[in-house]
């Protein structure tokens, strides 16, 4: 296969960054000459190549890849990647979607790529639930790395720190990036590294699922029984913030006191929604939306623009959303300039 020495330049947000695209498209006429077995990939659909090439020389930050079902987009992003030769990290919504990809694309089709999952998705051998396992400091997570009886999900992490391609939930990525965010004193965990290209598939359902990782939910019967207090019997979130502010140290030292495995982590979880409750009155720039049902209280924000550079874009300098119903406006929503942004609407068959 043809090499070229071919760059292109695009501006991302606060850089211009430029790019090697270490294939020449007029190779490339079959899925093979990507690495992809014949037997799975026997031939490009129609477009397929050409909307490939369109992603890897668009010069925006946030090219928006509307393709209909059945239109093979894993497999024209999957191309942007290997075209541009970039570390890429893909993000999806659903277990399911992760599966497919890492039959398609992964170790036993041929491909390079990885996958890695939340914590709750790891059975731990000590805790049962690996992200118990972690709110207790799990022997198998102290543990060096290659030992017998190494964290299943740090494993996971390892193997995924050192592939060129990885899958992940988008959860799981969120969390990633609120650990960045505010690391521990003993700082944050090793995590999967950097990435220079990041795929958001399912790219429509990305707000809603930022606004929903960003929310604060609270039970009444946790709160009475781990904190031996009450919930404020009133909707105004000053009130709230300013009850959060003054019970969230009690609830990060219960928790680092307590010995009872699963109430640590529910201890762990309840701090942490404490302190960001306590900082919703100074958010001025985001919108939140109080509700109380059944003794259990939420705030969930409108549209949390503000996190998500932050929790989701991570400074990654080339951001593809794909979806089979991804709007133009999808921009305004998670807090990104119509400017870095470039709109293809593949043709519905």
Request: aromatic share 8%; charged share 20%; glycine share 6%.
């Amino acid at each position: 296969m043809l090499r070229e020495a071919r760059k292109i330049t695009h501006k991302g947000q606060n850089q211009t960054t430029e790019h090697k695209i270490v294939l020449s498209f007029m190779s490339c006429e079959l899925p093979s000459d990507f690495g992809l077995p014949p037997a799975r990939f026997p031939t490009f659909r129609t477009g397929q190549l050409d909307y490939a090439e369109s992603l890897v020389l668009s010069p925006a930050r946030f090219p928006l890849f509307n393709a209909p079902c059945g239109s093979g987009k894993s497999l024209i992003y999957w191309m942007s990647s290997v075209l541009l030769d970039l570390r890429t990290l893909i993000l999806t919504p659903q277990i399911q979607l992760q599966e497919q990809l890492m039959r398609d694309f992964g170790p036993d089709a041929g491909g390079d790529l990885a996958c890695v999952m939340g914590q709750s998705r790891y059975q731990c051998d000590t805790f049962h639930n690996c992200e118990i396992g972690a709110a207790n400091e799990c022997p198998a997570r102290r543990a060096s790395q290659g030992q017998p009886g190494r964290c299943p999900y740090l494993k996971a992490q390892d193997v995924a720190r050192g592939s060129k391609r990885v899958v992940a939930n988008t959860a799981f990525w969120h969390t990633q990036g609120r650990i960045k965010a505010s690391p521990s004193e003993s700082g944050p965990p090793p995590g999967i590294g950097s990435f220079d290209m990041l795929v958001i598939d399912e790219g429509h359902k990305a707000p809603e699922a930022l606004a929903d990782f960003c929310a604060i939910k609270l039970v009444e019967r946790e709160i009475e029984e781990l904190l031996d207090t009450s919930c404020p019997s009133t909707s105004r979130l000053s009130v709230w913030s300013q009850w959060a502010r003054q019970i969230a140290p009690s609830a990060s030292l219960r928790a680092r006191k307590c010995e009872n495995p699963r109430e640590k982590l529910k201890l762990l979880s309840l701090s942490r929604d404490l302190s960001e409750l306590s900082s919703i009155e100074a958010d001025r720039g985001t919108k939140w939306i109080y509700q109380s049902s059944d003794r259990e209280h939420s705030f969930t924000p409108v549209w949390a623009t503000r996190h998500a550079e932050p929790l989701l874009f991570q400074g990654i300098q080339k951001c593809i959303l794909t979806s089979a119903t991804l709007l133009p406006t999808i921009w305004r929503y998670l807090g990104i300039s119509e400017s870095d942004t470039e709109y293809t609407d593949v043709a519905n068959t």
